[in-house]
């Protein structure tokens, strides 16, 4: 499997080379990349438990309007 | 008796002529007989004479008013007084560099900028993962790093700034963020991270987001690096676009020599460009 490819620009000398994660590189982009994955899966459980609460809520004839009045 | 030289005979040792040789003018053969220095030649002291081709070729001669030639070796050297009527040599400086004063001589110095924004670099992101930019902000108080038109070939993505191509736990972010199809969000923050990153899973379908960031002090080794961002962009978990702002810490006293501006997961850009300013 290739690597992602990364650009570095050496503005002192115009130099720009393109090429594949170093080892090091690729280390760190595997861990931002499954924090990214965690963090995304989180937002997605939390969508769905306000979902969750707002169904619940109009169960009881209960609107979001009608928490915020009583300050919660 | 007196005896006429015009008849008489001339004897051993008589003159019967004077020739002007080279540099006088006159001469004759009888009478008198008057020689005189031709200025066309010579110089006096009263005439004014222009030497041309001429060499004084012993380097300890002592002339007032003159300077050495040989002084200045070197296309566009000046000549400056080191000290009293002391010539010396001020070699040619740098491009851009220009002439100051220092401890009580002439010297050439960078010149600065003496206030305002400075591009120092222009680089296109490419079809990349990251990209990182060296950065050379010497002479300047702080710099901006503004991303710009940037998008993605696939949405989902967090992007994330680094510098000095450091992932250490050594960056602190508050912030706070407004749009995104929704109410306004309370500021937020978090403990050390890796990173400078969006809160954002950044769609792919927009080309015209941007992120600037100003950092104080990149060169001042004896400081934590302090700077705000803004960013413009589009979430994909939203309806809408929006608007994220705040400051960082870059717990870090070395200069900042580099930017890294990069996707946290899979994909690549597909657009944009990073544009490096100094400013004083």
Known sequence: ?72 | MTRSRDNATNVAGDISGVTAGTGLSGGGTGGTVTLSVDTALVATTSNTMTLTNKTISASSNTLSGVINNTLTTTTGDMIYASGANTPARLGIGSSGQVLTVASGIPSWATASSGGGITLLSTTNIGSVTSVTVSINATGYESVRIAIRDFSLSSSGNPLFVRFNSDSNNNYFRTNTKSGFGQSDEAAGGGGSASKVGTTSQVRNNQTDSVWILDILNPNDTTVFKVGHFTSYLQRINDSGDGCESGGFTYKSTSAITSVTFGIETSGTFSAGDIKVYGIN
Not at chain 1, 42 to 48: D, F, G, S, V
Not at chain 1, 50 to 66: F, R
């Open chain 1, 1 to 72: 499997m290739n690597r992602p490819i990364v650009r570095m620009h050496n503005t002192e000398t115009g130099e720009i080379v393109d090429r594949e994660m170093n080892d090091a590189e690729f280390a760190q982009w595997q861990i931002d990349k499954a924090q990214a994955e965690a963090q995304a899966q989180a937002e997605i459980q939390k969508a769905t438990a306000k979902l969750n609460a707002e169904a619940k809520l109009q169960a009881l004839g209960i609107t979001a309007d009608d928490l915020k009045a009583l300050g919660l």
